[in-house]
């Protein structure tokens, strides 16, 4: 069972709540439920949009939850290193000083826009190169993020590493270009179209029309507060 399986199952308890009328009442099927309580299967942002609904979730608890999900998602390697003992935090808050690791290490370049990180501008230079685990960071560049439509998740001025060449899910944050613009945004697919969504709702979602320029450069796998 995964963090979000335990909250599921521990919310349903605290309100007394049967499987049954719990799907109901969120508008899901008995097995769909029953496989998140399970951890056999990871929610989709539409479950959870239904889920906030259902029971008057606040805004707070709403990130949190969201948070639970996207540690869930945490690539293998990142869970290793948990395991190990290595100072992880949340993938919406991790520092580069936390990382506490005797393994052999890359060196990964560090882009100071976006556009840059994507590939948009012609032969970017990396500001900066750091050095970090091989079984963490290959394949990755880190982007400096500037302005406010990913908060709170991503703040202004925090970094993100990004894997290359991965399927950014949905519901994932990525790295894509869509009209001649690099964006940092949260990926969600629904009713036979596509966005990208901001994490600020001051921001409107983009709709990816079927003849928009449109690339996924790379998904999101950490969130730094500083490099």
């Not at 929610?43 to 709403?62: D, T, V």
């Not at 519901?171 to 596509?194: P, S, T």
């Not at 983009?206 to 320029?213: A, G, H, S, V």
Request: overall charge negative; hydrophobic content about 35%.
């Amino acid at each position: 069972m995964n963090e979000f399986g335990c909250y599921l199952k521990e919310f349903m308890e605290k309100k007394n709540l049967k499987l049954e009328y719990a799907a109901e009442k969120i508008g899901v099927s008995f097995g769909s439920l029953g496989h998140y309580i399970k951890g056999r299967r990871s929610p989709s942002y539409k479950f959870l949009e239904k889920f906030f609904n259902a029971f008057n979730i606040s805004p707070e608890e709403q990130q949190k939850i969201i948070t639970m999900v996207e540690e869930d998602k945490m690539p293998e390697e990142m869970k290793k290193l948990k395991k190990e003992g290595t100072k992880v935090k949340s993938q919406s808050m991790i520092s580069i000083s936390d990382l506490e690791i005797k393994t052999e290490m890359i060196r990964v370049p560090v882009y100071n826009s976006v556009s840059a990180g994507a590939g948009l501008e012609p032969n970017p230079e990396p500001v900066d190169v750091i050095l970090l685990p091989k079984n963490v960071a290959e394949g990755c560049v880190i982007i400096k993020v500037y302005g406010d439509s990913m908060e709170p998740t991503i703040k202004d001025g925090f970094s993100v590493m990004v894997k290359q060449e991965v399927e950014v899910g949905n519901n994932d944050i990525g790295i894509f270009i869509h009209e001649g613009e690099a964006l940092v945004k949260r990926y969600r697919c629904f009713d036979g179209h596509c966005y990208l969504y901001s994490d600020n709702s001051d921001y409107p979602p983009r709709e990816i029309r079927k003849n928009d320029e449109f690339k996924i450069c790379g998904k999101v796998i950490w969130i730094m507060e500083k490099v």
